[in-house]
């Protein structure tokens, strides 16, 4: 598992590197993972610096504004002025894809969609980060308030937290399990 850019076990290889060819040099780094370490590294000082309650804040606003761009671009080019519950779970899952996770819907009604997901966006740079998950909390409570008037996003279980997949519940409607579930609420602005 590669935490930092470079795997710790990895040792030079000084038969691949001529010595000044710096392009030669057997270690793997685009910029993928530059951004991917850089974000893990951003959380991880937040986290140290400001606590894990108030890393998760400011990376809260982030994906709330996220959230709003993502909402945005999905209503215009479906011309939809306001998407269903169908299309609001279609749309979770889209958008993870696209960013290379593996969420997929499990269940779903009226009061509640509940996805999980085998494939962290971060990579494993988001193990150890659970300030990182507020941006599926915040991309996920946004698009679904924002169409369907309410939201809680329970973070039932996370890769960051040390699970083998994330289970992610979008409460749609105040329901007794809604307010037990432990989660952030989110309404329409």
């Not at 996920?140 to 699970?163: C, D, P, S, Y």
């Amino acid at each position: 598992m590669t935490r930092g850019l470079f795997p710790a076990s990895a040792a030079p290889d000084q038969s691949a590197a001529s010595g000044d060819d710096a392009a030669a040099a057997p270690f793997e780094l685009d910029r993928d993972l530059f951004l991917r370490t850089l974000l893990r590294e951003l959380t991880g000082t937040l986290e140290d610096v400001v606590g894990l309650d108030e890393a998760a804040g400011f990376i809260s606003v982030v994906g709330q504004r996220i959230g709003e761009q993502i909402n945005a671009g999905y209503r215009r080019d479906l011309a939809l002025p306001v998407l269903s519950r169908a299309q609001v779970a279609d749309v979770l899952v889209d958008l993870k894809r696209r960013i290379d996770g593996d969420f997929r819907v499990v269940e779903q009604d009226d009061t509640r969609i509940v996805l999980e997901n085998r494939r962290c966006p971060f990579g494993d740079k988001v193990i150890g980060r659970p300030s990182l998950c507020m941006m599926t909390s915040n991309v996920f409570g946004v698009i679904a308030a924002e169409n369907l008037g309410q939201a809680k996003v329970e973070l039932a279980q996370t890769i960051a937290g040390g699970a083998p997949g994330c289970r992610v519940v979008v409460h749609l409607q105040r329901t007794a399990q809604a307010d037990a579930a432990t989660g952030r609420e989110y309404f329409k602005v």
